[in-house]
């Protein structure tokens, strides 16, 4: 009787432990279950307030609100958003910036604002923390919209203008892709130190060629990439001007048709130093052209102008 006694006791843990195990692990699983249930929630949750966050963005974009506007928007939502969306803001809010550039200039150009504008300042560039100087009430305030829209105005050719203020995108970096954050760094470059001012090439041929290289190298590391377009623009806008010069600062001496001996010397260096470059190679022989051709500047050299320009740019395009 007692063996079965303890039988029926051993039987009874046995069950009971069994029974205690299997609701043990069916509340594990349940838990797990409802942790996995929750993530999906807050990953839903999150994906529809950044689709909600978009669609009042293209809202803005699509009623053509100002650029101040728009920027006041993505200031409050940018974090709110993924990195790609980050980047198909700022893409669109430059966009946005560029169609309102001729309405502000002229705007700026009514009446007698450019006046009061340069007698306000006296700089080629007005400083946004003395905007309250401005005297006139309208004018300082399309002045402040301007600014706030992520513009510099800058004095070109005696009248200010908007430009695109590149170095503000800065604060936006952390959202931003590797692409975009090399693309506003080459518009930065460009923005702070224009390659040419008022017809005069405003800065060295060195400085030219390495923005050319730094382009190329761009161009060829993001095939098809968003700027691709924008970026091959300013390639043929720079190497124009580093073949060809400017209507106010020739690549020659006009006296004897000479080429420039520190231009020249700018070619040798650049192809040397960047000799697995597209652009590295034909400035080689562009400046080969010219050492044949007993450094004159003059038809022989001109005439060829168009056939270097093409093959740089055909074999750029090739190398996408």
């Known amino acids: 009787m007692k063996k079965k006694k303890y039988l029926f006791l051993i039987l009874g843990l046995i069950i009971i432990i069994f029974v205690s195990s299997c609701t043990s692990k069916n509340s594990i699983v349940s838990k797990e ?3 996995e249930k929750t993530k999906e929630e807050l990953k839903e949750s999150k994906k529809e ?7 009042e963005f293209k809202a803005l974009i699509s009623e053509n609100k100002e650029p101040y506007q728009v920027i ?6 940018i974090e709110k958003v993924s990195k790609k969306e980050s980047v198909e803001m700022l893409e669109d809010f430059e966009k946005l910036q560029e169609s309102y550039i001729d309405l502000y200039t002229d705007e700026l150009s009514k009446e007698n604002r450019q006046n009061i504008l340069s007698q306000t300042y006296s700089n080629s560039e007005i400083d946004p923390n003395k905007i309250e100087e401005i005297k006139d009430d309208e004018l300082k305030e399309l002045v402040s919209k301007i600014v706030k829209g992520r513009y510099k105005l800058v004095e070109k050719e005696g009248s200010y203008c908007p430009v695109i203020n590149y170095v503000s995108f800065k604060d936006y970096e952390k ?14 470059i460009e923005s702070e130190a224009p390659a040419i001012l008022d017809g005069k090439i405003a800065i060295t ?9 730094r382009i190329e190298k761009y161009l060829t590391k993001y095939e098809e990439g968003i700027k691709d377009e924008e970026l091959t623009r300013l390639y043929s806008e720079y190497l124009l001007m580093y073949i060809s010069g400017s209507k106010n600062t ?3 001496n006009d006296e004897n048709k000479k080429i420039s001996k520190e231009i020249l010397d700018a070619y040798k260096k650049m192809a040397s130093n960047n000799k697995k470059t597209i652009t590295g190679e034909i400035i080689r022989e562009y400046s080969q052209l010219i050492e044949d051709n007993d450094y004159l500047v003059d038809d022989t050299v001109t005439s060829r102008l168009l056939e270097v320009y093409n093959e740089a740019i055909g074999r750029l395009e090739e190398n996408k």
């Open 72 to 77: 006041e928007f993505i200031d409050e939502n």
């Open 33 to 35: 279950d409802s942790s």
């Open 175 to 188: 959202f931003l892709s590797d692409e975009l954050k090399e693309y506003l760094n080459i518009k930065i």
């Open 205 to 213: 041929w060195d400085e030219l060629g390495s923005r050319l290289i």
């Open 49 to 55: 307030k950044q689709e909600k966050v978009m669609i």
């Open 250 to 252: 020739p690549i020659y």
